[in-house]
């Protein structure tokens, strides 16, 4: 068990660019989760997992925000046609099902846009 | 409304000094209660969880803290701190909806003095 991982760990990009991000959850987890956290902040939840199948999504995600795990597996963050105001660290977790499981995180991943 | 208080932003305490942190929650029924740590440019780490029994909760880094049903609260304590326990720590409850996803405070930045 290596934890969650997330790649990259920062990303800078340029107004207008699309970016992708990759998170990789511990084996056994089949639930997945997407948060943004903004300097000062807590964790605001984008988007959750159980396995393939995206269940929920903030409203706070606009429609150039897109999410998948298309193998229960590993799952990619795209956001499309960045704002400034997207800069922000993409934290990715993950829990077991069937319960009220603790989430464990990712290291996270810096994105700044310029 | 679900929501998580966390009155102090920041505290400062002598090395060596005891520690506690501060959590109110607003949940309408027993909430799941975490407390999660981050350093510097890193992602959260689970110091401890409460989900139902024993009010006293032990985790890890010499890190407890109390459930209190009557006063909505869920402090995190230590009887010494160490320079390493600098860091941001936050306050979470679940589950924040029909998938589990938690409902975060806006953390507590712990400066330690020499």
């Known amino acids: 068990d290596t934890g969650v991982s997330q790649d990259p760990r920062h990303k800078i990009t340029k107004r207008g660019q699309n970016v992708t991000f990759r998170c990789d959850p511990i084996?056994?987890?089949?639930?997945l989760y997407w948060y943004r956290q903004t300097l000062g902040q807590g964790p605001e939840f984008l988007t959750y997992?159980?396995?393939?199948?995206?269940?929920?999504k903030s409203r706070l995600l606009s429609d150039r925000f897109s999410a998948e795990r298309p193998k229960g597996s590993f799952s990619t963050l795209e956001i499309q046609r960045t704002e400034q105001g997207d800069s922000a660290m993409y934290l990715c977790?993950?829990?077991?099902?069937?319960?009220?499981?603790?989430?464990?995180f990712g290291p996270g991943t810096r994105l700044t846009v310029t | 409304a679900q929501s998580v208080t966390q009155p102090d932003i920041h505290i400062t305490v002598s090395e060596g000094a005891s520690l506690e942190l501060r959590c109110n929650y607003s949940?309408?029924?027993?909430?799941?209660l975490f407390w999660y740590v981050q350093s510097p440019g890193q992602g959260l780490q689970l110091l401890l969880k409460?989900?139902?029994?024993d009010t006293l909760v032990q985790g890890i880094k010499g890190f407890e803290a109390e459930f209190k049903r009557s006063q909505s609260s869920f402090n995190l304590r230590k009887p010494s701190v160490h320079w390493s326990d600098a860091a941001e720590y936050f306050c979470?409850?679940?589950?924040?909806?029909?998938?589990?996803?938690?409902?975060w405070g806006a953390g507590t930045k712990l400066i330690i003095k020499p």
């Open positions: 979470a409850v679940g589950p924040g909806g029909s998938n589990y996803q938690l409902i």
């Open positions: 977790a993950s829990s077991l099902s069937g319960g009220a499981y603790e989430q464990y």
């Open positions: 949940y309408g029924a027993t909430p799941y």
């Open positions: 997992f159980q396995n393939e199948a995206q269940l929920e």
């Open positions: 409460y989900f139902s029994g």
């Open positions: 084996s056994e987890h089949n639930r």
